[in-house]
């Protein structure tokens, strides 16, 4: 079955830095990959979607210039939070959908997720 | 404004049989999804539903009425490692994925 690799699985950064996320589709070609976020006992949070190629498309009161997404080919996406704070402390989480259609059980198929911790 | 309501949490035993309900109001229907994620995890997919009626696999099955913005989640055989959140989702018109908070199921001996 389709596979996507996250990573770190883990990562604890000083205030102010700078992390980087990867997320890989092992397997298959991904053309959009999502990339969402989740709080303690909430449920996921849609952060934005990237388009192998192309500027991803952030949600609303999501901000652009603090997570910075990139897909530069169609097996890789990665997410940048910059000048990290405590509050970005979350879990962070990405997916992708294969290329072609939208219709049918066009399953997302999730990383591992990966979680953050700002000192 | 669209919304998709489930359980915050329910409670079962071993060996019996629950039902974790999903209601949804979305800008149109494009397919009804439910994950499965245990803590600290990622979501795992276990079923999909766009046409009326029930979809089986497993211990597992899944309901939905599209009139009724409705779907239900069937387990049968609770075992312990089923203790996890199950989260419903709908694919929009635009086909974006609107996301339930997710319904914490414990399982107990």
């Known amino acids: 079955g389709a596979v996507v690799s996250q990573h770190p699985s883990r990562v604890i950064c000083k205030s102010g830095t700078s992390v980087k996320i990867e997320c890989r589709s092992l397997d298959f070609q991904a053309t959009t990959m999502f990339w969402y976020r989740q709080f303690p006992k909430q449920s996921l949070m849609l952060m934005a979607t990237?388009?192998?190629?192309?500027?991803?498309?952030?949600e609303q009161g999501v901000e652009k210039d603090k997570f910075l997404i990139n897909h530069a080919s169609l097996t890789l996406s990665t997410l940048t939070v910059t000048s990290a704070h405590p509050e970005d402390s979350s879990f962070y989480i990405c997916?992708?959908?294969?290329?072609?259609?939208?219709?049918?059980?066009?399953?997302?198929?999730f990383g591992a997720g990966s979680r953050l911790t700002v000192l | 404004g669209q919304n998709i309501d489930q359980p915050t949490e329910m409670t079962a035993t071993e060996g019996a049989i629950v039902q974790i309900n999903c209601t949804y109001q979305?800008?149109?229907?494009?397919?009804l999804f439910w994950y499965q994620q245990h803590a600290g995890e990622a979501p795992t997919f276990l079923s999909y539903?766009?046409l009326d009626g029930l979809e089986e696999k497993g211990r597992f099955s899944s309901f939905l009425s599209r009139s009724k913005g409705y779907s239900y989640l069937l387990l049968k055989e609770l075992q312990m490692k089923d203790s996890a959140s199950y989260l419903c989702?709908?694919?929009?018109?635009?086909?974006?994925?609107?996301w339930g908070a997710g319904t914490k199921l414990i399982i107990k001996p």
């Open positions: 989702a709908v694919r929009d018109s635009n086909y974006q994925l609107i």
């Open positions: 997916s992708a959908s294969q290329a072609g259609s939208y219709s049918g059980a066009n399953v997302l198929t």
């Open positions: 979305t800008s149109g229907f494009n397919g």
């Open positions: 539903n766009v």
């Open positions: 990237s388009n192998e190629g192309s500027k991803a498309t952030y």
